[in-house]
């Protein structure tokens, strides 16, 4: 008989008696969620019929892999993109954002010298980029040897066998789609002299692979991940987007 993976949400927090149940059920579980009461379990079609029934059931989905927005040409994309990568920040206005000047109480406007005020291109900010992951052995994102920049804070795959986060440079391992993404938003544009920056070409980034074949629940690992290392205090890499 075949087995379901389905993501389960509660009224309130998942207790120990809670995780019992459903064990009696015939559940496996497989993850946990605390920030949203639940997590991931696998059983037959039938168990999850009396999953349903169960009064402290606040929601019940099927994990399955993503979708991605674009598919390159080769896996049944559109052959012709409309926009290409060094058009994006010009169509969004980014570069708008990046020549900064003063104006004056009387309009004049003015330049510093020095252009400490010229630029606002993201600089201080972390953007966590959930999605495949994050090849940051690229030269636009300067992680760990032989670059020496600080543009990729952390890069980590979710691996299910683990049941958590692991380090690793490469973090994409299956379409590029969250390398290409990362590029977008901030990548710093070296491997083509600055022709193909992201929007926040000088913000940092924090690159979270959900896994090879990337699912629902995975993305639900990298949210609570997101939570857990942004709340006041408790922000290291100074988070302040996801996407």
Known sequence: MSRLPVIFQLHSPVTSHDKSFIGQLGFELLGEAPLVDGGLVEGA?????RLSTWDRV???ELDKPLEF???PSEWGGQPNPGIMMHETTHVVRATDTWDRVIISPSGEILREIDLSFSEWDGDGTA????????????PDYDYLEPWTGEKTLYSAKWTPADNDWVET???DTSS???THVGGTIAG???????RRAGVAKGGQLVALGAGDGAS???GVQGLEWTYAHSIPGQNPHHIRVVS
């Open 45 to 49: 079609a039938i168990d999850v019929r």
């Open 58 to 60: 606040e929601y019940l």
């Open 69 to 71: 927005f674009y598919l």
């Open 127 to 138: 953007i966590v980029d959930l999605d495949t992951g994050v090849d940051a052995g690229h």
């Open 169 to 171: 440079r490469n973090s």
């Open 176 to 178: 590029g789609h969250g």
């Open 188 to 194: 710093n544009g070296d491997a083509s002299a600055g």
């Open 216 to 218: 629902i629940f995975a």
